[in-house]
């Protein structure tokens, strides 16, 4: 798993570390926040969690997590998630970032008893932010950990394993048996299911998945736009460009220089 080093969230760090010593004022600073943070101890026991995320977990309670939840001891977020490192690394004091982490919904409502009413939500993803706060004796404190959302699925299960599936895979060649395989459907089936809960074809989105990556690999600009094709899979003069114009209406030289000027 990669992930950055370094001190994105500063701003964020300095305000928190100015509370230190003051837990209740810490904690009513933290609640205000309307993105999810959690606190952990030194040993990674939750000692705080804001309302915004309660909320992403549907837990009802802070009570039901706080003092009872261990970080360091979680075999889903260590394991599964391959987060172990990450994680250690975080507990030593390091400021670290990762992108895109599936947040485990399903196992935190199951381990503690979360809101009656069932998901509308059947994946989140999610940036992850870590800091330290430390004590005067330079000791840490805290392991404060930010939550920024990145993609959500709703809606049917199936399609939203389907849509998870196609943005995972974007890189590769569609391949809609693949597809429709990794859902538990016959290709008719899913294609028309896909279709009447997207009101798109499910070529039709992994195109627009693949535009979105074109346009983002145009935003850098140590690539030449042949460069930024290339890294997408895709020849420069190939389909991509006239489908990039059509659903864009810009060619790439015009987007990259639509995107410098911002």
């Known amino acids: ?16 570390q100015s509370a230190f010593g003051n ?21 990674g026991t939750t000692m705080f969690a804001n309302r915004a995320a309660l909320e992403m977990w549907n837990i009802s309670k802070a009570e039901q997590i706080v003092g009872h939840y261990n970080l360091l ?7 599964e998630l391959g987060m172990r490192e990450y994680v250690r690394r975080a507990f030593l004091g390091e400021t ?3 992108s895109d982490v599936k947040v485990a919904l399903e196992d935190m409502s199951e381990r503690y008893e979360a809101k009656s009413e069932s998901f509308d939500i059947n994946a989140l993803y999610t940036d992850i ?4 706060i430390w004590d005067q004796n330079r000791k840490i404190a805290y392991i404060v950990n930010v939550f920024i959302t990145t993609r959500i699925y709703e809606g049917r299960s199936d399609i939203s394993k389907a849509k998870e599936y196609i943005e995972a895979n974007w890189l590769e060649k569609f391949d809609i048996e693949k597809i429709a395989k990794s859902v538990n459907l016959s290709r008719y089936h899913f294609a028309r299911l896909f279709k009447k809960h997207t009101s798109m074809t499910p070529y039709c989105y992994y195109q627009k998945i693949k535009v979105n990556k074109l346009m983002e690999a145009l935003c850098d600009k140590n690539l030449t736009i042949t460069e930024a094709f290339a890294v997408c899979g895709e020849d420069y003069k190939g389909n991509y460009l006239r489908l990039f114009k059509e659903k864009t209406g810009m060619t790439p030289s015009q987007y990259r220089k639509t995107v410098s000027q911002n």
């Open 1 to 16: 798993m990669d992930y950055l080093v370094g001190n994105q969230n500063n701003s964020m760090s300095e305000s928190f």
């Open 23 to 43: 837990e209740e004022l810490l904690f009513q600073l933290v609640d205000l926040f309307p993105i999810p943070i959690e606190i952990f101890a030194p040993d």
């Open 73 to 79: 001891k979680d075999p889903v977020v260590n394991d």
């Open 96 to 98: 670290l970032s990762v």
């Open 129 to 132: 932010h870590s800091f330290p």
